[in-house]
């Protein structure tokens, strides 16, 4: 069964500094990889999508990579604004009767 | 419709009512997913339409539960006789066929008392 880990669960950063999110999971048989970004009650909105035959997708200050051997997923932002402040999820698409499995997010914080 | 769109976009019922929660998806999208977030959890999954087709109910939590999808566009989730633990935001998702890129609605939030 496809687990699905995000690291950290909670990150706090003064604005302008550049961030990782870490993603990782454990079935490396998959189709593709989201980001996702969830601004508190609200739904999720799509941030970048890589296929699993791509390394990484840039847009605007954001930029994702796949390293689908090793189960590994990175989003990075670039010189961070309080605008960026939501909850951050990773989702990979595999078998199953849906196939999206879901980490748990990181809550991210930029500070003024 | 430019977007994924619910409704109603808060509910607050009472134990022992039935609720109905609406996803109208992008048009042109063939498959429509439906999963239940609740406070601090992760997405759980539903049930998942290609087409008017569920292929697999399994993750539908109760018999309570049910969905229907019709025409190839507008679903209903369907909730019997709400308990207090089925209080959630229930989210809405359209694709092209399954590997394309999700598109989520902004959610019901289904509040039992």
């Known amino acids: 069964k496809q687990e699905v880990t995000q690291i950290p669960a909670a990150l706090s950063v003064p604005e302008g500094e550049n961030l990782v999110l870490n993603c990782s999971f454990t079935d490396s048989a998959i189709y593709n990889l989201q980001w996702f970004r969830q601004d508190p009650g609200k739904g999720l909105t799509s941030l970048l999508l890589?296929?699993?035959?791509?390394r990484e997708q840039t847009s605007g200050r954001l930029n994702a990579s796949l390293d689908k051997s090793s189960g590994r997923s990175t989003l990075y932002i670039a010189a961070s604004q309080p605008g960026d402040s939501a909850t951050y999820l990773c989702?990979?698409?595999?078998?199953?009767?849906?196939?999206?499995?879901f980490g748990k997010g990181t809550h991210l914080i930029i500070q003024p | 419709g430019a977007g994924v769109s619910q409704s109603p976009s808060n509910k607050v019922t009472e134990k022992g009512k039935d609720v109905e929660l609406r996803c109208d998806p992008i048009?042109?999208?063939?498959?429509l997913y439906w999963y239940r977030q609740s406070l601090g959890q992760g997405l759980e999954f539903l049930i998942y339409?290609?087409?008017?087709?569920?292929?697999?109910k399994s993750g539908l939590p109760s018999d309570r539960f049910s969905a229907e999808r019709t025409g190839g566009s507008v679903s209903t989730l369907t909730i019997q006789r709400t308990q207090q633990e089925d209080s959630a935001v229930y989210l809405c998702a359209s694709s092209f066929p399954r590997d394309y890129r999700r598109f989520f609605g902004p959610g019901t939030r289904l509040t039992v008392l």
């Open positions: 339409f290609q087409g008017n087709s569920a292929p697999d």
């Open positions: 890589i296929q699993s035959s791509q």
């Open positions: 048009s042109g999208h063939t498959a």
């Open positions: 989702a990979v698409l595999g078998g199953g009767a849906d196939g999206l499995t």
